[in-house]
């Protein structure tokens, strides 16, 4: 019966009500109970047997830490062992700026290359026996998986940042408990094994290191479909190779086809977003993958961006990597700057906002539909100009989510709607900033207590 019971609980709190992350822990953690399925709002798990009474402490692992329930991340954060507290970033010990001295790496890289240079490290430095890491299954276009391996080559040539929802957490349960792991995921796929390794540190303590990237719109499956529509590229088969962040940083989007190669700026692309975007983005408050030992992004500035030299902007909550990174800047494999508190926040201000604030609003929206994720911190006195700029992001995105809309505008060349979403997204970002970089300046976050946060209390 109890068995039945958690099984409920997970479709009743999260899967129905749409609240799935699309993590992968339900496969991951059960024996053949569930199964990751394609749809077309991302990745799902499916019951592909009855439960039975040997499956209860596996089912209660996963309700335990699941990210659509939320997260406790002021509770959580408390156990990690750091310097200073932020509950914008999550509590950090020191703020960089780094990019890889090697062009290999860098190439190749998303932004400065910093996380495929720590992953070689631990390797090299036997600090973890594997890597595990998302990448294109070979040979398989828009396929993806989590690769489990030692080799630097297949290190150094996994894909760059895959914008689509994918399941990272679906092979836990065939990783080796004498064997050292560190795991490269989004936000919300640290949070909760880092959920796990609190509660069960006996049973995750192979799951070394933790390092998130920063992570602030995911998409879901389709959007390439429809960019390679609006180029005149109707069938999918056609490609022979995507790149998603190409060349000089920050990067474009290529495909090569058949017959020619597509290639559109990193910033035009983002025209995809407000058709695709992930719920799950849209409702966690985590940008800066608050959970981790290291958190990577883009290190965002005019400054920069100008440079057309990728740099990554890293959050250390955890000696172990700031000693790394010290040991990797001495032998010259990094460019490594210290930066402080306020040039961090700023690269990022309007997602950190987007995030903190916003997912709060819209889960306000959400809860007089149904169960939603619950989570331990808020931010007090939203003004109701922030209120209304998020009603006008909801009806964006309501409407360009809508099957008829998405037909008409995948017509439209890709270059059209990547230089028209860029003018109306600075238009917009203008006209928003004040009243968001005021609000994050205003921000003050409380703590709030829930069913969630008992939970945690409780055991
Ligand atoms: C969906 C998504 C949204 C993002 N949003 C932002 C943002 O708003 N702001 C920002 O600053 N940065 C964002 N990032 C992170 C950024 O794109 C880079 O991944 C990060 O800066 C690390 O770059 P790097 O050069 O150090 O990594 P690299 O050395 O190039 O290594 C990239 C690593 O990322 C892993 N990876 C790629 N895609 C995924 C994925 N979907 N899930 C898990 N792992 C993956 C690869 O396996 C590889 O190990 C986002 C990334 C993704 C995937
Ligand atoms: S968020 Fe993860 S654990 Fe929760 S239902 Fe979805 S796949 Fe399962």
Not at 89 to 95: F, K
Not at 307 to 334: C, M, P, Q, W
């Amino acid at each position: 019966m109890e068995q039945k019971n958690l099984i409920k609980q997970i479709y009743s709190e999260v899967i129905n009500p749409g609240n799935c992350f699309h993590c992968g822990l339900c496969e991951g953690l059960s024996k053949n109970l569930f199964k990751m399925t394609y749809s077309n709002k991302g990745p799902i798990p499916k019951l592909i047997r009855k439960p039975i009474k040997n499956d209860i402490s596996d089912l209660k692992k996963i309700v335990h830490a699941c990210p659509g329930r939320g997260i406790p991340y002021n509770h959580l954060s408390k156990k990690l062992i750091t310097y200073k507290k932020s509950k914008i970033i999550g509590n950090y010990n020191y703020l960089y700026l780094a990019s890889s001295n090697s062009n290999q790496i860098r190439q190749k890289a998303s932004s400065g290359g910093l996380v495929r240079s720590l992953l070689i490290e631990l390797i090299k430095s036997k600090k973890v026996d594997y890597v595990c890491a998302l990448d294109e299954k070979e040979n398989k276009i828009l396929n993806f998986d989590v690769l489990v391996t030692n080799s630097i080559n297949k290190i150094l040539n996994t894909s760059q940042s895959i914008y689509q929802t994918t399941p990272l957490l679906h092979k836990l349960k065939e990783l080796k408990k004498n064997k050292k792991y560190a795991f490269v995921g989004l936000p919300e796929h640290i949070a909760s094994l880092r959920i796990l390794k609190v509660k069960y540190p006996k049973d995750y303590a192979h799951i070394k290191f933790l390092i998130s990237i920063y992570s602030g719109t995911n998409m879901y499956p389709g959007a390439i479909e429809f960019y390679l529509k609006g180029n005149g590229v109707r069938n999918i088969n056609d490609i022979k190779k995507i790149d998603w962040r190409y060349g000089e940083w920050p990067g474009k989007l290529r495909i090569v086809t058949k017959n020619k190669i597509l290639s559109l700026k990193k910033f035009y692309y983002n025209y995809l977003i407000p058709f695709f975007i992930s719920k799950s983005c849209l409702i966690t408050p985590d940008f800066a993958g608050e959970l981790s030992d290291i958190s990577i992004g883009d290190a965002w500035s005019p400054k920069l961006e100008n440079k057309g030299h990728g740099y990554s902007v890293a959050i250390t909550r955890s000696k172990v990597f700031d000693e790394i990174l010290i040991k990797l800047k001495i032998n010259n494999s990094l460019y490594l700057k210290k930066i402080n508190f306020k040039s961090a926040v700023q690269m990022h201000a309007h997602m950190i906002e987007f995030k903190k604030v916003g997912s709060y609003l819209r889960i306000e929206k959400l809860k007089k539909k149904g169960p939603v994720p619950l989570y331990d911190l808020e931010p007090k006195n939203v003004t109701s100009l922030r209120k209304f700029i998020e009603s006008i992001i909801g009806l964006i995105i309501s409407i360009a989510s809508n099957k008829i809309v998405k037909i008409l505008f995948s017509l439209v060349n890709s270059r059209i709607l990547g230089f028209i979403f860029k003018i109306i997204r600075q238009l917009w970002k203008s006209i928003s900033k004040p009243t968001k970089r005021k609000g994050l300046n205003n921000i003050k976050i409380i703590k709030v207590k829930n069913k969630r946060v008992e939970e945690f209390l409780k055991t």
